[in-house]
């Protein structure tokens, strides 16, 4: 399995402000997968960055409030963007396993936004 | 529409208590189904992956079943340390995901 660093860990950000957390595997991957774990509820994909192309976004979710990088095999970032308290989740990253049968999630960022 | 859905939302057990964690799912083309665990400040911790009715898969204390329709997490004597939240995931043949939102479980010593 692959093993996965996110950063930051946590933060607490004001309304109207942009983070970016960055997702680092130890191993090249082809599928990065970016998620949004709200309290309580399941896990929401976000969007599905491939090295090279654009991101994939799921419905309810788009490019300007989300941008997402993939400059290489190994890493990939996240940008919540103009946040309101609405966004305050917990983001995960998440890559594929052999055969895209498994995914592997990093420990995830924890943000608050006041 | 393909969802996921888990009971109960949450169990707590004495240790030694055997008991069982449901997922049942609606699925258009199951490509799998998984079983994670997620410890409060981590990300999930994969466990298994199931393919098709009747597979079953065993991790310690941990042994995971499958139907048509549900899959089942039994828990043999646990012990404190299996407290935590079991997630359930399916994927269908387009290769999306579906969570639920899972069981969080209690062992008390």
């Known amino acids: 399995s692959a093993v996965i660093s996110q950063k930051p860990s946590r933060d607490i950000c004001q309304r109207g402000t942009s983070l970016t957390i960055q997702c680092q595997v130890d191993?090249?991957?082809?599928?990065m997968f970016w998620y949004r774990q709200q309290p309580g509820q399941s896990l929401t994909l976000i969007a599905t960055?491939?090295?090279?192309?654009?991101?994939?976004?799921e419905s309810g979710f788009v490019i300007d409030k989300f941008p997402i990088s993939r400059p290489n095999l190994t890493f990939s970032t996240l940008t919540v963007s103009n946040m309101s308290p609405e966004d305050s989740s917990i983001y995960l990253c998440?890559?594929?396993?052999?055969?895209?049968?498994?995914?592997?999630f990093g420990p995830g960022t924890r943000l608050t936004v006041t | 529409e393909d969802q996921v859905t888990q009971s109960p939302e949450a169990l707590r057990l004495q240790e030694g208590e055997s008991s069982s964690l449901n997922c049942s799912y609606t699925?258009?083309?199951?490509?799998?189904l998984f079983w994670y665990r997620q410890d409060p400040g981590k990300g999930p911790e994969f466990l298994f992956t199931l393919y098709s009715a009747g597979e079953e898969k065993e991790k310690e204390r941990l042994k995971a079943t499958l139907t048509k329709k549900e899959s089942f997490l039994h828990i043999t004597a646990p012990k404190p340390e299996d407290s935590a939240t079991y997630l359930c995931a399916v994927t269908n043949t387009g290769n999306q995901f579906y969570f639920g939102t899972g069981t969080s479980l209690t062992v008390i010593p």
């Open positions: 191993s090249q991957v082809t599928m």
């Open positions: 960055a491939n090295q090279g192309s654009e991101a994939t976004y």
């Open positions: 998440s890559v594929d396993g052999t055969g895209l049968d498994e995914q592997y």
């Open positions: 699925v258009s083309g199951l490509r799998g």
